[in-house]
């Protein structure tokens, strides 16, 4: 049989990332993961930064090096980062071990999937951000 | 109200090309389609063909949402052409492109045979633990109507791809098995008659398996037939979890009854046929 | 193989991170207005405050648990991410080693760390 040539036709990257008519769900994940990533980078520069202090270097205490406003900035913009990380990763954690999500049912059109089911946890986890984020910018700010 | 068979509106058909004998890289080309109240997308792909360019191809078959051959992109979000309308996602354009996460043979049609293989190995089957039953069966299993709830709704897949189109893991990865594979698994593995589901859980718990499904949800959204793919594999992740901390369901198959039993037939009711199989 | 595997560990470290690293960001943070665990004015982050807690051999543990857990929740995730791009099962194996030797590296040297400022803590509480 002769090969017929197939275009490959798989998104890549791009579709982890580019919006179509996706849901929320969808922009969920990919925060998930662009927080993630965000935490790892500052945890493992935090480790080496923090292990300095055997040597004698505080860099983050008093006026130090750690306390100019972009630091600053980019403190709060890891604390948003853990801040949603943290509650979505709960919603993950039930949700990814079958809690929330409902039982296997008929489906009736139009159809309900378990996207409804955990819907509420999702804009429970949406609120506790916004709340972390709001108690962190009034404590960044009044400090 | 418009009135049936008027068109209603212009609306322009973005439909992506690609003849592998001639194209390196696949292109769009528009059409102006006259769309008339109740028209499926399905409709207007035929309004081309017939009047306006006769090369278009796509593949279809029943045109009402059973046979799952016309997964496509539509404006972005994999759906069914034949039971999508127009008139609901479209306003003035509409773009048409093949599912995304498989080659394209030609035009709108995808070659979907990497989701075949990667069905055919969670071994979409009732398994025994007696091969023998299989093939020469002792009698009839009993199953609940709460035991037949548990995997029905993964069983009304029509493997038309569109969850695997909209998968973001498998935008990227190849290996992945997706959510249609993996849901098979569900829907056998919670099958009370069956004993695979530790055969099957080598496949799903391996690396290519469901700890790659991230609840982005999109293939429960997609899904023209309501099986909901993302809570399979979400209770497909847990079995996994149980099955690892040796807390799973040990099989259990379900009762096996040898005959109708030892009860009176009333009067009124005709005898059982004989078996012709 | 033991997909499952790693992957309920993940999830089980994400559950302790959410305790762990939720107690550090209050006590880093917002320890200050209460004084818990910050005796030495309301800069929880000051050095002599640091050298409270590095004193302390509950503090000592919780930073090393929060490290391992830390970095085996992240490391596994960064790994997670990076396997879906279908990459050649050679590159894939010496990603697994290098993130492996990555991890125990940082574990050891936060280990270390957290040791040797208990130890520098005492004396200096000592003398």
Partial sequence: ?143 | ?277 | MGGTRSWTWHMAAAVVLLFVLGMHMLIMHMAGTGHWFAPYGTEPSSMRNSLFRDENPFFIFAYILLLGVALYHGLYGFRTIVFELTLKPATEKAITIALAVIGLGLFGLGTWAALVAHRIALAGAGG
């Fill in chain 2, 1 to 277: 109200m418009a009135e049936a068979g008027k068109a209603v509106r212009q609306i322009a058909f973005h439909v992506t090309r690609y003849n592998p004998e001639r194209d390196r890289v696949p292109f769009v080309t528009s059409y102006q389609v006259p769309v008339r109240q109740g028209m499926t997308v399905l409709d207007g792909l035929h309004y081309i063909k017939d009047n306006l360019d006769a090369t278009l191809a796509w593949r279809y078959s029943c045109r009402m949402g059973i046979c799952g051959s016309c997964g496509m992109l539509l404006n972005g979000r994999p759906a069914l052409a034949c039971n999508t309308q127009i008139l609901h996602i479209a306003n003035a354009n509409l773009t048409v492109k093949p599912l995304p996460n498989f080659p394209i043979i030609r035009d709108l049609v995808p070659d979907l045979q990497s989701m075949f293989d990667k069905h055919r190995i969670v071994e979409p089957y009732i398994l025994h633990a007696n091969e023998a039953e299989s093939d020469f069966w002792a009698g009839e299993f009993y199953q609940s109507t709460e035991q037949l709830k548990s995997y029905l709704q993964f069983s009304y897949c029509i493997l038309c791809g569109c969850c695997m189109a909209a998968c973001p893991t498998l935008a990227t990865d190849t290996r992945y098995l997706g959510p249609m594979p993996l849901a098979a698994a569900q829907r056998y593995d919670a099958d009370t008659r069956d004993e695979g589901r530790h055969a099957r859980n080598a496949v799903t718990d391996a690396q290519s398996g469901v700890s790659h499904c991230h609840y982005a949800g999109e293939c429960s959204r997609v899904c023209p037939k309501g099986v909901d793919p993302a809570k399979a594999l979400q209770l497909l992740k847990r079995s996994l979890v149980l099955d690892y901390l040796h807390l799973g369901r040990q099989t259990s198959p379900c009762k096996k009854l040898q005959g109708p039993g030892n009860g009176t037939r009333l009067p009124d009711i005709a005898a059982v046929p004989k078996k012709t199989a």
């Fill in chain 1, 1 to 143: 049989m002769a090969e017929i040539k197939r275009y490959d036709n798989r998104l890549g990257i791009a579709g982890w990332l580019s919006g179509g008519r996706w849901g929320v769900e969808r922009y969920a994940y990919i925060l998930h993961r662009i927080t993630g990533l965000g935490i790892l980078t500052y945890f493992l520069l935090h480790i080496l930064v923090t292990s300095l202090r055997v040597k004698g270097i505080y860099l983050w205490a008093g006026h130090g090096f750690m306390h100019q406003p972009i630091f600053r900035f980019m403190e709060y913009l890891v604390f948003a980062a853990f801040a949603y990380h943290a509650s979505n990763g709960l919603r993950l954690v039930l949700v990814e071990l079958g809690f929330a999500i409902g039982k296997p049912m008929e489906p009736v059109y139009p159809y309900k999937t378990s996207l409804n089911v955990q819907r509420p946890l999702l804009v429970c986890m949406a609120f506790l951000t916004l709340g972390l984020l709001a108690v962190g910018a009034y404590w960044a700010l009044t400090k």
